[in-house]
């Protein structure tokens, strides 16, 4: 089989570089005339609008420069066209002067001295080994634990309680401590 040379093909059907269409000369002399008559409209309205601008300039100044006989008006000042704002009495006020003295009693019932206390229960285990490995995680955050043996309706378990804790906000505080150590399981419950 033969083999084609396509690079030799392509050189050979080599075409002349086409020339770029000329624009027609009409169409660039119609935009140089189609731009002078923008200018010229332009200008044109600018020279209106100075003369109607002048003329009402010049009446107005027609009208300032006239002569007053000052023999025969009377002297009128700035306030003279203007209403003359009432003059006010000065205000009296009655609780600047009575806010010294005033007093508030309020009547606070104590909140009655709660026995309550609390325990966080962090883990239920059935072997004592898994409830000693948790408590040994509790000790590595800094807090202390202990593991209580108790028996239920199925069986021994062996609970991690940390407390009592005498506020439920200490209580929290040391839950959101075993948190950050990834230890979520612990509720918090009266005491009983």
Known sequence: MAQKDYVARSQKKKQPPRKKKQAPQAVAWVKVVLAILVVSVFVAGLWYLKDAT?????????????????????????????DPLPVLK?????????????????????????????????????????????????????????????????GIWFRVVLGPYETKRDAERDRHALRSARINRCQIWNWD
């Open 54 to 82: 002048g003329d009402d300039a010049s009446k107005s100044s027609e009208s300032a420069q006239a002569p007053v006989d000052s023999a025969n008006a009377p002297a009128k000042s700035i306030n003279d066209e203007k």
């Open 90 to 154: 000065e205000e009296d006020w009655e609780f600047i002067e009575g806010l010294p003295s005033y007093s508030v009693e309020v009547e606070v019932d104590e909140l009655p001295n709660s026995d309550r206390r609390y325990l966080m229960q962090c883990g239920s285990f059935r072997k004592q080994s898994q409830a000693e490995e948790l408590k040994a995680t509790i000790a590595f955050q800094g807090l202390e634990s202990q593991v209580l043996e108790s028996e239920g309706s199925k």
